[in-house]
């Protein structure tokens, strides 16, 4: 059998990202042959929830069920405040495709806005002009460790009853206000990726304030299963014939964890600060070599934190200077062969993806321009754990400039 090649990349998105610590924790698990999710998942929901400053946490096995989890447990018939079908929801136009997906997949009608240029997130004018008496749902997606102005968002939500779900999976640790993101909302999300502000490999979790919405997100991600939930199920008496061990009392799916995500994560977790100070400094030290290079002449925008906010940063986004947008594919696949590794920000402007035209979203053919100007001039590079030597930034910064003036 051939092996199969991985790229080794001078400066990759994220380096070491597992450490000899984490392993040993998945070991442990793995030689205490409880794989599946058990007492290391229930104490790192407990530690999160806690830290994040929201009663529960549920942990699931990716931050994109993260989100399904949270727009299917919005419309379920068990709570209270929910929505329905061909109720409209509306989400940034820069954003992922399981931010989106779960909407439509939940007979949601997805309203796109436009963004905010200096903070990638969600343009509040914007937001504000797509409400309508059908929108019953806001779906934010909170950008690489940045945020948008999340108190005239709160105004928004309780002047039109919007179900609020904030997509957190890549800004874990960003503070509004000294408030964390993802805490604001009626559910917010977290993805415990590779590259993420802490890995699992994979898994995620979900946050909330109340016991209903905690009853439900437990119950959809473990089939629909009444195990576990503390919650009055006497009203399920009647249905003598069913096993009380394996009584089914909701729609639901399997978006658990194993013990192993859990111990890797929470492992993680407890470093958690470390991380994103060093994300911090190498985002400082980055941007201060850029501007002391003989060769800068403001090529690039750095985008940076908005009032009230304290981000924990994922990614290092960029701008291109306008003048060299027509050469951003070319320069970009310079830095791949070169081993700088990079990302669009998120997905581009997704009104371009040809899914959407797929499931006709915009057939309006509504324009987004502040989207378009990040799809077109803008990308990102990693943020190390680890500090950075100022060689090798200088190296990346000298790489950077040369191959964008080649």
Same mark, same amino acid.
């Given at each position: 059998?051939?092996?199969?090649?991985?790229?080794?990349?001078?400066?990759?998105?994220?380096?070491?990202?597992?450490?000899?610590?984490?392993?040993?924790? @998945?070991?442990?698990?793995?030689?205490?042959?409880?794989?599946?999710?058990?007492?290391?998942?229930?104490?790192?929901?407990?530690?999160? %929830?806690?830290?994040?400053?929201?009663?529960? $946490?549920?942990?699931?096995?990716?931050?994109?069920? $993260?989100?399904?989890?949270?727009?299917? %447990?919005?419309?379920?018939?068990?709570?209270?405040?929910?929505?329905?079908?061909?109720?409209?929801?509306?989400?940034?136009?820069?954003?992922?495709?399981?931010?989106?997906?779960?909407?439509?997949?939940?007979?949601?009608?997805?309203?796109?806005?436009?963004?905010?240029?200096?903070?990638?997130?969600?343009?509040?004018?914007?937001?504000?002009?797509?409400?309508?008496?059908?929108?019953?749902?806001?779906?934010?997606?909170?950008?690489?460790?940045?945020?948008?102005?999340?108190?005239?968002?709160?105004?928004?939500?309780?002047?039109?009853?919007?179900?609020?779900?904030?997509?957190?999976?890549?800004?874990? @640790?960003?503070?509004?206000?000294?408030?964390?993101?993802?805490?604001? +909302?009626?559910?917010?999300?977290?993805?415990?990726?590779?590259?993420?502000?802490?890995?699992?490999?994979?898994?995620?979790?979900?946050?909330?304030?109340?016991?209903?919405?905690?009853?439900?997100?437990?119950?959809?991600?473990?089939?629909?299963?009444?195990?576990?939930?503390?919650?009055?199920?006497?009203?399920?008496?009647?249905?003598?014939?069913?096993?009380?061990?394996?009584?089914?009392?909701?729609?639901?799916?399997?978006?658990?964890?194993?013990?192993?995500?859990?111990?890797?994560?929470?492992?993680?977790?407890?470093?958690?600060?470390?991380?994103?100070?060093?994300?911090?400094?190498?985002?400082?030290?980055?941007?201060?070599?850029?501007?002391?290079?003989?060769?800068?002449?403001?090529?690039?925008?750095?985008?940076?934190?908005?009032?009230?906010?304290?981000?924990?940063?994922?990614?290092?986004?960029?701008?291109?200077?306008?003048?060299?947008?027509?050469?951003?594919?070319?320069?970009?696949?310079?830095?791949?062969?070169? +081993?700088?590794?990079?990302?669009?920000?998120?997905?581009?402007?997704?009104?371009?993806?040809?899914?959407?035209?797929?499931?006709?979203?915009?057939?309006?053919?509504?324009?987004?321009?502040? %989207?378009?100007?990040?799809?077109?001039?803008?990308?990102?590079?990693?943020?190390?754990?680890?500090?950075?030597?100022?060689?090798?930034?200088?190296?990346?910064?000298?790489?950077?400039?040369?191959?964008?003036?080649?």
């Amino acid at each position: 059998m051939s092996k199969i090649k991985i790229k080794k990349f001078y400066y990759p998105l994220l380096n070491n990202a597992i450490s000899d610590s984490d392993i040993q924790k @998945g070991i442990e698990v793995l030689k205490s042959k409880q794989l599946t999710m058990s007492k290391i998942t229930r104490k790192f929901e407990k530690e999160f %929830a806690s830290y994040i400053g929201s009663k529960f $946490a549920v942990m699931v096995n990716s931050g994109s069920s $993260a989100n399904l989890l949270s727009v299917f %447990a919005s419309c379920n018939p068990l709570r209270n405040k929910r929505f329905k079908r061909d109720d409209e929801a509306i989400i940034p136009s820069i954003c992922w495709s399981t931010s989106l997906w779960p909407l439509v997949q939940a007979g949601l009608k997805p309203v796109f806005a436009d963004i905010n240029k200096e903070t990638l997130n969600i343009d509040i004018d914007s937001l504000e002009s797509k409400i309508t008496k059908k929108t019953k749902v806001l779906m934010m997606v909170h950008v690489l460790g940045l945020s948008t102005e999340m108190d005239k968002v709160r105004k928004l939500v309780k002047k039109y009853n919007l179900i609020l779900i904030e997509d957190t999976c890549e800004s874990l @640790g960003t503070m509004y206000k000294n408030k964390f993101l993802g805490s604001f +909302g009626d559910f917010g999300t977290y993805s415990f990726y590779y590259s993420h502000q802490i890995t699992a490999g994979e898994g995620g979790m979900v946050v909330c304030n109340n016991r209903e919405d905690y009853n439900l997100l437990m119950s959809l991600r473990s089939h629909g299963w009444s195990r576990g939930l503390k919650m009055n199920l006497s009203k399920y008496k009647k249905y003598k014939g069913v096993d009380k061990k394996f009584m089914f009392i909701n729609s639901g799916f399997n978006l658990r964890p194993t013990e192993i995500q859990a111990a890797i994560g929470f492992n993680q977790f407890k470093r958690k600060n470390i991380f994103k100070h060093n994300r911090s400094k190498n985002r400082e030290k980055i941007i201060k070599a850029f501007k002391k290079n003989s060769e800068w002449s403001n090529q690039f925008i750095f985008i940076k934190e908005n009032k009230n906010t304290k981000p924990s940063w994922f990614g290092m986004p960029i701008l291109l200077n306008e003048k060299y947008k027509k050469k951003k594919k070319k320069f970009l696949e310079s830095l791949d062969r070169i +081993g700088i590794e990079t990302r669009p920000i998120i997905s581009g402007n997704f009104i371009n993806q040809p899914s959407v035209d797929l499931y006709k979203l915009n057939e309006k053919k509504d324009k987004f321009p502040n %989207a378009q100007y990040v799809d077109d001039c803008g990308f990102f590079i990693g943020l190390q754990t680890e500090i950075v030597s100022d060689l090798k930034i200088k190296k990346l910064v000298s790489i950077m400039l040369k191959t964008l003036e080649t």
